[in-house]
């Protein structure tokens, strides 16, 4: 932590002093401290309301430090003795750029260790009868949480959405001095900027007094009616669209990609189908399904939102998983020099200079006169934290530290890939794909259209949900078909232990439309006319989000961005959609005889824009959709992970219309292989 205000000089961020000897605090997720430290939770919602409540001008509030990411595009600390000067006047916007994930660590580190200043003071304030040694002991290991959004549903953790960062958040906590009280809302929900002066006020939403998600104006629904407005009421909370191809975005991640520059950061790698995912577009898919309209959906303002630090410490601890896994040394696992030919950067590097390892991370600084670079945060360790998955300490040697990883992630995302899935001894991956399946084909014998309102009715009727709790109660019920007794999920995997995996590959200019606008992958009938509740409806597979900025923006970067035509790419796995219509008998296999033809039928996608409003997909400047599919070759051990080929076969046939020549999907389907 640094001594310094950021009034006389700079602000070093080194994170959480550790003893030494001592172990590094462990960043947990946030149900399980609420759950499993209930004391570090007092403090952790007590020391983030104070930090909340610091004067908005001072350096190391939370406005001030939530501002360093975008607006109100300035330098940090703005202070008259700061001359910092770059290569632009903005802001320190790193998207779309390969210092993505190096650049935020120290961000983060930044933010915690002010939040950590206030948990200690919190701490102190407890009288001996509230225990006040067992908070100020709690709030010595306190770390920030992060928010795991792509760990899949269980009966331990049905809500997917922490409750508390609701409207309808109620906590219990234990105040210093006045005992038991109920906090609502709580600091997770809301920020809000008490400062009048237009300076401390992000021109995103200049009439707002804090941050909001889901604008209450997108709730207006057009002619009908009570059912769709009652669902949309319903949805219009995160916790019920969260998407589940998250979970298998973020395992193909994790297992496949074995360079550092491709995994990080989503500008388009021309000539490589192979790399179009990255935790920057997983992460960017997240932003815009819990923003939607609101602070989150607007990369300037986004950080003033209090879940933007929970999704970013998960971004972060993916990020330490990753290199766990694949960091060996060799260049290729870590920043290599290149070319920003793409955007301006930030204060330090010049559109067509050069980026690496050693490029200053500005606005951290690590002394006096040095920021922080990428080779300088590689590790998390100096910065006095590590993660429940992350902490090499604990073992003998690099390799018992990387085979302890690959089991958590086998055991955590289990339904995250077909291969996890066959490996799994638990019954409850079986389950969930076997439940999954049946909505599918419930969804696919009723004469109701393939919409949200059928989803719900489905899984409230599987899940015998009371009347009184029914968003429909009056709805009829659904004969619920058995699935086929004759499927099971070995028989997807070839005799030599090998099997396809399938993606949707996108690409797309990132700030045409002014950036806003979602695509959404469909296997199957898209019924659902209101694109709002698109990812409820039961064929909605997943969600590209290139998360850019209106023309106007005042970020220079994203107007250099704009002048340039960035484009950006994303995948969404098909796998596990096409394993669940095996299950349900609409698919015969996953080999290409069989998901070839299916998805010349079946695969699907449509543009919506973030007022709600459908788009037309020629109007997405460079668009360009297509499959592909990997081999993958089953692990021989429970250690090792599965083996991903280095190369991928792409098929124009899925996106080419039945005359060989005419794209699909408004002629933004990819119709030869040299377009990948």
């Given amino acids: 932590m640094s001594d310094s205000d950021g009034t006389k000089g700079p602000v070093l961020v080194h994170g959480i002093p550790v003893a030494s000897g001592a172990k590094p605090g462990i960043r947990r997720e946030i149900r399980d401290l609420k759950v499993n430290y209930p004391k570090q939770f007092d ?13 908005e001008s001072k350096p ?33 916007c790193t998207h779309s750029s390969i210092l993505f994930l190096t650049w935020h660590r120290p961000y983060l580190a930044l933010f915690e260790a002010e939040l950590y200043k206030h948990v200690q003071n919190v701490a102190k304030e407890y009288t001996e009868a509230q225990g006040r040694n067992e908070y100020i002991e709690a709030a010595k290991s306190f770390r920030m949480p992060y928010w795991d959004w792509a760990l899949p549903w269980s009966d331990q953790l049905k809500d997917i959405f922490p409750q508390d960062a609701l409207s309808s958040g109620r906590v219990e906590i234990n105040r210093p001095k006045t005992g038991k009280s109920i906090m609502q809302p709580t600091p997770l929900y809301q920020y809000e900027f008490r400062n009048t002066d237009p300076k401390y006020r992000p021109d995103a939403y200049p009439d707002v007094k804090t941050t909001i998600r889901y604008p209450a104006s997108r709730n207006e629904v057009q002619g009908d009616k009570d059912m769709q407005a009652s669902l949309l009421q319903y949805f219009n909370q995160p916790d019920r669209n969260m998407e589940r191809n998250l979970t298998e975005r973020v395992v193909y991640l994790l297992q496949s990609y074995e360079r550092y520059g491709p995994m990080s950061h989503n500008s388009f790698n021309a000539g490589h189908p192979e790399l179009y995912g990255s935790l920057e577009d997983t992460h960017n898919t997240f932003h815009v399904r819990i923003g939607r309209g609101g602070h989150m959906n607007h990369v300037a303002v986004s950080a003033f939102d209090p879940i933007f630090w929970l999704h970013h410490t998960n971004i972060d601890r993916l990020f330490a998983i990753w290199q766990g896994l694949h960091d060996s040394g ?17 204060w330090t590097t010049l559109r067509g200079g050069w980026e690496d390892k050693t490029t200053p991370l500005t606005p951290f600084n690590r002394t006096n006169t040095e920021y922080w670079t990428s080779d300088g945060v590689k590790e ?37 890939s077909l291969a996890t899935a066959v490996a ?40 015998a949900v009371p009347v009184e709790a029914k968003v429909m109660p009056d709805a009829a019920p659904i004969d619920m078909p058995k699935l086929p007794s004759n499927r099971k999920l070995d028989d997807l995997v070839n005799d030599d232990d090998t099997y396809l995996e399938w993606l949707t590959n996108l690409k797309a ?40 900025q209106a023309a106007n923006t005042a970020c220079g970067k994203c107007q250099q961005d704009q002048a340039e035509d960035t484009q950006v790419t994303g995948q969404i796995p098909l796998t596990i959609a096409l394993t669940e219509r095996y299950l349900a008998g609409q698919l015969e296999s996953i080999k290409p005889e069989h998901v070839v033809p299916y998805l010349q039928k079946n695969l699907h996608w449509k543009v919506v824009l973030v007022d709600g409003a459908e788009a037309n997909r020629g109007d997405v400047a460079d668009l360009l959709v297509s499959v592909v599919s990997n081999k993958v070759t089953l692990p021989s051990n429970d250690t090792d992970l599965p083996h991903y080929e280095p190369t991928v076969t792409v098929y124009p046939e899925v996106t080419t219309k039945v005359d060989n020549e005419t794209p699909r999907g408004d002629g933004t389907g990819l119709t030869d292989r040299t377009q990948a």
């Fill in 380 to 416: 998390t360790v100096p910065f006095g934290y590590g993660y429940p998955e992350t902490q090499s300490w604990e073992y003998l040697d690099k390799e018992a530290f990387k085979n302890s990883i690959k089991r958590k992630i086998k055991d955590l995302y289990r339904v995250g």
């Fill in 424 to 463: 799994s001894k638990s019954a409850s991956v079986k389950t969930e794909l076997a439940s999954r399946a049946k909505v599918l084909l419930a969804a696919e014998k009723t004469e109701a259209p393939a919409n949200a309102a059928t989803f719900v009715q489905i899984t409230q009727q599987m899940a």
């Fill in 509 to 548: 200019q990132k700030h045409t439309l002014d950036g806003k606008y979602s695509v959404h992958i469909f296997l199957g009938p898209a019924e659902e006319t209101h694109p709002y509740l698109w990812g409820l409806a039961p064929n909605h597979v997943g969600t590209f989000a290139p998360l850019g």
């Fill in 60 to 92: 190391l509030s939370y406005f001030e430090i939530s501002g360093i990411h975008g607006q109100p595009y300035r330098r940090w600390p703005d202070q008259g003795w700061n001359n910092m000067k770059g290569a632009q006047e903005y802001g320190f």
């Fill in 43 to 55: 403090l952790y919602l007590l020391g983030l309301e104070k930090f909340q409540q610091v004067e």
């Fill in 330 to 346: 060799d260049p290729s696992t870590w920043i290599e020099r290149s070319r920003n030919l793409d955007s301006v950067g930030t």
